[in-house]
């Protein structure tokens, strides 16, 4: 389909009435009666001004969006669909455009809105465009790898992608400001949004608007989040029906972090030792650094090996401290040592304590090689400092950025006909001054008690959490920690579930593990409950 290349759609039948509404109410406020005594007084009148002007920025500021037409096979099943490109303008109060939200929404042909599920999909970063749950599972189209993952030499290629949630539920991804083509209006505002609640704010606005704007009020709704977006998800299932009367049926995680001191290797913390070191764990059986007995066991029986040891003996030394006798602490030290493959000695100058960002150096040290943050199986050249302790790059990252990056910006013209100046920001910097809303390393934020309020409040409401049993940055064990500790009632616990995959952050980046978890995705969503069938 072309471009239409008017700058407005006077078309949309929804834009359309709201022109003439607004134009309807500043007539009528022009030609009160009390304004009508004098021609001069209602020329001078600053009401009306102020909703003229309102009606001049409505049309000055409402951006184009592009649709476009396509269709795939899925699991043997032709899908016709609409996709549209574009963005919603953020207002404040006043009705001042405040930011535009690129999105991207597809839309299964010929289905009652009312009957078909639809999809809000994000990723994290914080500061990153949704560009991967996008390409990498859930959109039409995916990034080509190689089975096992990895990248493959450029220039990039994309695939129709025979694992999309298409055939489930349509689907719309949300660029949250300053990533994608999501901007602020007055860039000096722009830290206005970068903040766990201004972010949460923005982005659900942006949802309410969507819903609205494209009739999907009576439509079955889900959340889908992965990394600091479950993050986003799990506060938004919860603001959204404060906010807005607006109940989800289900809320997918993906790499999830709810609670971030079990991330934060901070003087103190001694929980995230506990939780990353099963996945620490299964990175060196993948990398097969572990003595002969623990290597030959499968990766599932020696992660309850070490789970087992990280909730008890280990657990319990670390909160010993100084009081751990000598050679306790060695024999600790030995059974570290032999399920993570680093050195006893490694354990001993550290009073246990290897933090994550030093483990990614130290495993493979002798060659060299870092493993990766994302995703411990990838290997890299090591960048490491050891006088600064410096994280240095992530493999897992930087192998595979080229391939989103070039993939999707030439999608986006060459299929969706959308074209902008702009750089299409993949991962842009808004950590340093994202407003966490606490202060000091000894308050971190967490948004469980959100997610569980969210489920009290709608007990219809699903869960499901997807973990990467490679994944350094968020690991699995770590979500477990976290939702058996939301403290529901027993009939409410069932409404969370968690499947597991051999793969890392993004564990669809495996062929093999991607099947999975569409099928894991799909039967969420067929599952949870709805008005008129269950």
């Known amino acids: 389909m072309p471009r239409n290349r008017f700058p407005h759609n006077f078309n949309n039948v929804p834009f359309r009435r709201g022109l003439f509404a607004l134009s309807v109410a500043c007539l009528l406020l022009v030609h009160a009666p009390q ?5 001069e007084t209602k020329a001078e009148d600053p009401q009306a001004e102020k909703c003229a002007d309102t009606a001049k920025e409505s049309i000055e500021t409402t951006p ?20 549209k490109a574009g963005k919603l303008v953020l207002r404040d109060r006043e009705g001042k455009g405040t930011a535009e939200v690129f999105f991207i929404a597809y839309t299964k042909d010929g289905e009652d809105p009312s009957n078909r599920p639809v999809t809000f999909s994000f990723n994290g970063g914080p500061g990153s465009s949704s560009v991967w749950l996008h390409m990498g599972v859930l959109g039409p189209k995916r990034v080509l790898l190689d089975d096992d993952g990895f990248a493959l030499p450029p220039p990039h290629q994309l695939v129709d992608n025979e694992y999309s949630l298409l055939d489930e539920t349509d689907l719309v991804f949300i660029d949250p400001v300053s990533t ?10 722009e830290k206005e949004f970068h903040g766990l609640e201004e972010d949460i704010e923005s982005v659900g606005e942006f949802i309410r608007l969507y819903v609205t704007e494209f009739s999907r009020w009576p439509s079955p709704k889900f ?5 600091y977006g479950t993050t986003r998800a799990s506060a938004l299932s919860l603001h959204l029906q404060n906010r807005y009367g607006m109940y989800f049926n289900g809320v997918m995680l993906v790499s999830s972090i709810l609670d971030f001191s079990t991330a934060r290797f901070n003087e103190g913390n001694d929980l995230p030792y506990i939780l990353f070191l099963p996945s620490e764990a299964a990175t060196a059986w993948y990398h097969r650094k572990l003595p002969a007995k623990l290597q030959k066991l499968s990766l599932d029986d020696f992660l309850r090996e070490v789970e087992q040891f990280a909730t008890s003996t280990y657990r319990d030394a670390l909160f010993a401290g100084d009081s751990l006798p000598q050679e306790d602490l060695e024999t600790v030290a030995a ?12 354990y001993l100058r550290e009073r246990l304590r290897v933090r994550a960002y030093e483990f990614f150096d130290l495993l493979l040290k002798d060659q060299n090689k870092r493993v990766g943050r994302f995703d411990s199986r990838y290997v890299g050249g090591s960048t490491y400092t050891w006088e600064r302790h410096e994280a240095g790059v992530d493999p897992s990252y930087s192998q595979v950025y080229g391939a989103y990056s070039g993939g999707f910006n030439d999608y986006l013209r060459s299929e969706l006909n959308y074209e902008s100046d702009l750089p299409y920001e993949i991962l842009t910097s808004v950590v340093r001054p994202w407003n966490y809303g606490v202060e000091g390393e000894a308050q971190y934020v967490n948004v469980a008690n959100r997610l569980r309020e969210a489920l009290v409040m709608n007990p219809f409401l699903q869960v499901h959490v997807c973990c990467g049993y490679y994944d350094l940055a968020t690991p699995y064990f770590a979500a477990e920690y976290t ?10 616990r069932d409404n969370i579930t968690l499947s597991y995959y051999k793969g890392g952050h993004m564990m669809y980046t495996v062929r093999e593990e991607l099947a999975r978890q569409k099928e894991a995705l799909a039967g969420f969503i067929r599952s949870a409950p709805r008005a008129g069938r269950n």
């Open 35 to 39: 304004a009508m005594a004098a021609e």
């Open 64 to 83: 184009e969006v592009v649709t476009t037409s396509h269709s795939i096979e899925i699991d043997g099943q032709v899908i016709n669909y609409t996709a």
């Open 223 to 227: 959340l889908i989040g992965e990394s």
């Open 335 to 346: 059974r570290l040592a032999d399920y993570t493959g680093l050195p006893q000695e490694d």
């Open 483 to 492: 939702v058996n500790r939301l403290m529901l009632d027993p009939e409410l």
């Open 180 to 189: 994608g083509f999501s901007r602020p209006l007055d860039f000096e505002k």
